[in-house]
């Protein structure tokens, strides 16, 4: 079985290298996966998921990717070669983008899907002409992805039940919006602890601001974790 520690995911939303380094650094005993975003990639490329890599850390590249099949294909193999574990791609670029990301993987890249963005809501989808409820739109690009074998799944903790229950173990759930019961809430408004997205059923938690802006983001790790195994 995963320990508790190997579930939880940090995402290193910093601006550089040298901070991401220094995060990397005070947790890299206790946490072993860490996501790299738009952000410190556009900055710093893949020299940062290289050394983030060398520590023997698994690197999740969280770019949602979203164009033509053939570039998303590419993509996918670049990042492949760089050795990431996981990579996001957008389901909304459909059946035959999704297909031509998974058919590209190769050393063992888990492939997950963006449904739809927590930070999307009903207008959001009226603007962009869907005409369905977010829940309902989450579940039809799951199929989506499924139906072209991808390994798993970005989801809201809020989804995690409805997706269990239609795909069972079929995909990984990964989730973010995840507070401590400690931590600030922020701008997250529908949120979970890390106790009650692990009982609903998701593989990994995605946890940011709670470790990253916390003074002394080991101290966090060990509450988040005190909690998880208590
Ligand atoms: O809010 P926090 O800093 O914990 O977010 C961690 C990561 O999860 C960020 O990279 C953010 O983009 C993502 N996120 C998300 N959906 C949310 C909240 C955060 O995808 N509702």
Redesign the pocket.
């Known amino acids: 079985m995963t320990k508790n520690a190997d579930k939880i995911i940090v995402?290193l939303?910093v601006p550089t290298k040298k901070e991401a380094l220094a995060l990397v650094n005070q947790l890299r005993e206790q946490i072993s996966f860490l996501?790299i975003?738009l952000q410190l990639y556009t900055a710093e490329g893949p020299k940062i998921v290289r050394a983030v890599l060398s520590t023997g850390a698994k690197v999740w590249l969280?770019l949602k990717l979203h164009d033509i099949p053939n570039t998303v294909a590419r993509a996918v193999e670049s990042a492949s070669n760089l050795g990431v574990h996981m990579l996001t791609i957008h389901l909304s670029g459909g059946s035959e983008m999704i297909r031509a990301a998974t058919a590209a993987r190769t050393n063992n890249i888990t492939i997950l899907g963006v449904t739809v963005?927590?930070?999307a809501n009903e207008q959001t989808l009226r603007e962009i002409g869907v005409a369905d409820r977010v829940a309902d739109q989450v579940l039809r690009l799951a199929k989506l992805g499924v139906e072209a074998e991808i390994d798993g799944i970005?989801a809201?903790p809020h989804e995690i039940k409805r997706l269990r229950a239609e795909f069972g173990d079929k995909i990984k759930i990964v989730v973010?919006?995840?507070?401590p019961s400690w931590a600030e809430p922020?701008?997250?408004k529908?949120?979970m602890t890390p106790r009650q997205a692990l009982e609903a059923g998701a593989d990994y938690i995605?946890?940011?601001?709670?470790?990253?802006?916390h003074p002394r983001p080991r101290e966090a790790v060990t509450r988040i974790l005190d909690e998880l195994n208590g």
């Open positions: 995402a939303d996501k975003g969280d963005l927590t930070s970005v809201s973010q919006g995840i507070r922020g701008d997250q529908r949120f995605g946890i940011g601001r709670p470790i990253t802006t």
